[in-house]
């Protein structure tokens, strides 16, 4: 027999065998990219210490927030009332998970089903065709949205994520799931909330390693009454589901736990991170930046419709500022090389990172950050806006901004000024179709 096909019955041998095992859950990766940030900021680059802190933060993560099989939220506001939660529990039973149905045939494990192919389990924007999409998708951890209805630093609403899964983003690899229910949009919409409030909590614990002066975050005892997976207080196992034959979990017996763990965590650094982390996703709504009624020149058929549109263009052209980025041609060319998003940004400005020296962030790469790309601004001229086109959300786009990106909030313009820009922004697709 040839060494050729010995080698390939070798591999469909191995790759049998390894389909008869059951394969192993999958766990929530830590974040390996914001630790070696943090160590090339705050530590020099010393890791003598590193190991046991990349221990003790995942077993607190996991105490605190579960595991992509189990996840519980233990940052809702205490009561009953669902209305007050920033994440509905129930909702979050149904994303989390493999793929299958629970009772009565409710689906179970939407995000793995829909999302975790482009964002990951851990929805680190670093799913398996991650590599191959442009613009990558996604990582929610960072916290930050670009398309919204809310100001810069501030949370989108849960409205402006269920526009993003019923409509998908246009010019990108992002669907549109507008076939699922109601239910399941808001199920979605509530775990990608979580993914992004772990993500935030797990990158202030690792911002407060220098502070702790080499102690551990809990005390051995406290780490083995909380972290030890046989130890744990409420472990809360109610009996084997005889078809899997594995434990049940009670979920409001282990958020409690979590609720115990996160407070520990306040006792120790202070409440500092619950600001960004937690209280501004419960604003929800009252974060929205109010648009005001569209000026009535703004309706094409007006007589001074066109008088408003080079209004706009002059603006665009001149005090507006656009032009430096987007080009006097509107096709988005003009961006320097060197423009990158907060994506990669939040890495790339590490100390001894140059963005066009790949030797210098080899260990950034190793650590699992994407190859950096430039972003470039949008195209005007072809109409196709990401996150909408409507008016009123191209209103919204220019007064805030977009966060994470280049594109700056016009603060220095007035309502008047904002509206005019708008309309020349919509003429120019119009134009270019002539």
Known sequence: ???????????????????????????????????????????????????????????????????????????????????????????????????????????????????????????????????????????FRLGKFKFKSTAQRRPPTDDDLRQTLTQGIAGTSMPAFDLLDEKEIDALVDYVKYLSIRGNFEKYLMIEVPNLDDDPFFSAEEQAKWFDPISRSAEATLGADKKEHTPAVDYEARTQVAKQVVQGIRDVIGDQFWEYVVDRWAAGDANVTPVPARPAAFDAKHEQYQALVESGRALYLGNGGCVQCHGADATGMKQADDAYDDWDNHWLKSPGVDPTDRKSFKDFRKAGALKPRVVRPRNLTLGVFRGGGDPETLYRRIANGIEGTPMPAATALSEDEIWALVAYVKSLAVDSKR
């Open 1 to 139: 027999m040839s060494r050729p096909l010995q080698f390939v019955i070798y591999v469909v041998l191995a790759a049998s065998v390894a389909g008869c095992q059951k394969a192993a859950p999958p766990e929530f990766n830590t974040d390996q990219v914001e630790w070696l940030k943090q160590q090339k900021l705050f530590l020099d680059g010393d890791d003598q210490y590193s190991a046991a802190y990349l221990k003790e933060i995942p077993a607190i993560m996991e105490a605190s927030l579960g595991t992509p099989e189990h996840a519980w939220f233990p940052f809702n506001p205490e009561g009953d009332d669902a209305t007050g939660n920033i994440v509905n529990p129930a909702y979050l039973k149904m994303a989390a998970g493999a793929v299958s149905s629970g009772e009565k045939g409710s689906p179970q494990g939407l995000y793995r089903e829909h999302c975790a192919e482009c964002h990951g389990v851990t929805g680190d924007g670093a799913g398996p065709t991650a590599a191959l999409l442009n613009p990558y998708p996604r990582d």
